[in-house]
């Protein structure tokens, strides 16, 4: 049977780390193509997998009848661009999360998914994470009664990444701690909660710690180290109040703040039992019963949400069918992210 034609467009730390370890242990895949727009990346994938060839512009496989799908793992100015050319080439897609920088670019790529009729799939990995999962089955199932409000925090010490370089820089990244931290905690609490209509939001961002970019202090910085005559003008902290048709949410987040404290959870409250989601590990849900308060810690084996992400993805070609990560479900989180953007800049609640 003929395998399934992969490229990987951009081979930095989520390809690696992520996409294509995936990829290479799912037998009905191989990958054709890495691409890089630095070309000794892709040609160091090309050795360090052993397969593939490497190229540096992604238009130069866009007819490649070698390639049936692709990940995009680039910056987030590019993700639309390289999806709606890959879509409207005829190829599939697994596009990195955000979506897009803005909801308008997130909203050209759904248009040109709807179109061209092939697979956009968005890198919310958490919708195949254990935990998520199993929170999300408790909801559906009622245990939790009515979710009425769901709190987020993600906030950590010192953690603006690359200060200066990309991360930091508004017409590459499309925002700080939001677009990268949040987009993820908001994925969540949509998908657990059902995917609500936004109704109306009200937010306020803030860029603060990492103006002075020499004088900014840290212990560690991933993806650095600054550049002190780099930009920064996107925010390194975020709060918000989102009233959906759903739960109401609200959200506090940080890349940077004056508290020595990481704290990243997610607060389920519905009128029967509540959830606390540690991210990116376990959950306890506490209730009531029999006159007595009860807190509940499962316990299970966590699966690989990388692995469960890309083989879904590849299930997804196969059978032509959309699945939870679809950008039909990705552009809702598109367009709060957007709303709250919106909301600071205007400094007033918006209506959507």
Not at 303 to 317: G, H, K, S
């Amino acid at each position: 049977m003929k395998k399934i034609g992969v490229a990987v467009i951009g081979c930095g730390t989520i390809a690696n780390s992520a996409h294509i370890p995936a990829y290479m242990k799912n037998p009905e895949v191989e990958i054709a193509y890495f691409c890089d727009i630095r070309p000794e990346r892709a040609e160091e994938a090309v050795r360090r997998y052993g397969t593939g060839e490497a190229v540096r512009d992604y238009r130069d496989i866009l007819n490649s009848d070698r390639v049936d799908a692709v990940s995009v793992c680039t910056p987030n100015n590019v993700h639309s661009q390289i999806a709606i050319d890959f879509l409207r080439a005829g190829k599939d897609v697994l596009c990195e999360k955000p979506a897009a920088r803005t909801y308008q670019e997130a909203f050209e790529m759904q248009r040109a998914c709807h179109e061209t009729g092939r697979i956009l799939m968005i890198g919310v990995c958490n919708r195949f994470n254990t935990s998520v999962n199993r929170i999300k089955d408790l909801i559906d199932k009622g245990e939790l009664g009515e979710v009425y409000h769901v709190y987020i925090s993600f906030r950590a010490h010192r953690s603006i990444p690359g200060l200066g370089g990309d991360f930091t820089t508004r017409a590459v990244s499309g925002g700080g701690a939001l677009i990268d931290w949040g987009v993820h905690f908001l994925d969540i609490v949509m998908y657990c909660c059902g995917d609500p209509r936004p109704v109306t939001v009200s937010g306020q961002v803030f860029s603060k710690l990492g103006k002075d970019i020499a004088g900014y202090t840290y212990t560690d910085m991933w993806a650095g180290p600054p550049v002190l005559n780099g930009t920064y003008d996107v925010e390194d902290s975020v709060t918000a109040l989102i009233r959906t048709e759903g739960p109401t949410i609200t959200l506090h987040g940080a890349w940077a703040q004056n508290i020595g404290k990481k704290e990243m959870f997610i607060d389920f409250m519905g009128d029967k039992a509540g959830i606390r989601l540690d991210y990116g590990a376990g959950f306890t849900m506490y209730t009531a019963k029999d006159g007595a308060l009860l807190e509940i810690t499962p316990k299970f084996t966590m699966a690989n949400m990388y692995e469960n992400e890309i083989n879904t993805f590849i299930e997804c070609i196969k059978t032509r069918k959309n699945n939870i990560a679809g950008i039909d479900n990705a552009v809702i989180t598109s367009q709060i992210m957007q709303a709250i953007y919106d909301s600071s800049d205007k400094g007033r609640e918006l209506v959507l």
